[in-house]
């Protein structure tokens, strides 16, 4: 174990509802051209959001529900049940398989957390996205295909390293998760150029590190 060794996400279960149900699909809000869903569940909440966003690049698919479970994976309801579900939600099942295949493809290949220290007890999550989907377009305010910087970190690492971000690249804060998240951490979605939210992403990392570091320095 090391320092920014990767944590990665694993996906514990998922399932494909072909036709559903029109009281379910009622009570989900769905269009009536979207008949079919993708159930998706997973060990790490910010992972598979940004992976459920990576869905809706690659097929016609929608995110209609996504929730973290409270206090995190340590605490699971069940074997199956992680620190987050998605529902993905498309007009057959064709587009909801490829939506659920591009989610769980993003999440075991790029959707990665870092370890802030050598005990893999500090863990972080500087992720650039290129360029965004549906999703998170929608939850910064921003026009689908604007690159995202995705920040979380537990609570004084992530307030500490938001602000370093900030000032790091020229980005604009469009989301502050404020700790306590359901899951006891804390984040931001920045937008900016791919560059700026590299950058922002850099800048990120080495302040949460600087706190892993040294806890107490001021």
């Known amino acids: 174990m090391a320092v920014l060794d990767p944590i990665k996400p694993h996906i514990l279960s998922a399932r494909l509802i072909p036709n ?11 269009h009536p051209d979207q008949r ?6 997973c060990d790490i909440d910010d992972a598979l959001y940004v992976s459920l966003d990576e869905a809706t690049k690659m097929a016609e ?21 992680g620190e987050i579900i998605g529902i ?41 996205i290129s360029r965004s989907g549906s999703y998170l377009s929608k939850a910064a305010g921003v026009p689908i295909g604007t690159p995202l910087a995705y920040l979380i970190a537990p609570p004084i690492e992530a307030t500490f390293a938001i602000d370093a971000a900030l000032k790091a690249a020229e980005v604009t804060l469009r989301v502050w998760w404020k700790p306590p998240s ?10 900016g150029t791919q560059s700026a939210c590299r950058a922002a992403c850099s ?8 706190v892993a570091r040294a806890p107490q320095k001021f």
């Open 182 to 191: 359901e899951t006891n951490f804390s984040g931001a979605l920045l937008s």
């Open 36 to 41: 079919s869903l993708a159930l998706v569940t």
């Open 88 to 128: 993905l939600a498309g007009p057959d099942p064709a587009e909801a398989r490829a939506g659920l295949n591009a989610c769980i493809a993003y999440a075991e290949e790029e959707a990665w957390f870092y370890s802030a220290n050598a005990d893999n007890t500090q863990v972080f999550f500087p992720h650039t």
């Open 20 to 30: 559903v149900h029109p009281d379910f699909a009622a009570q989900l809000g769905l």
């Open 61 to 81: 698919v929608e995110v209609i529900y996504a929730q973290s479970f409270y206090a995190g994976s340590n605490y699971a309801s069940g074997p199956l049940s």
């Open 203 to 210: 800048a990120f990392q080495e302040a949460v590190l600087d």
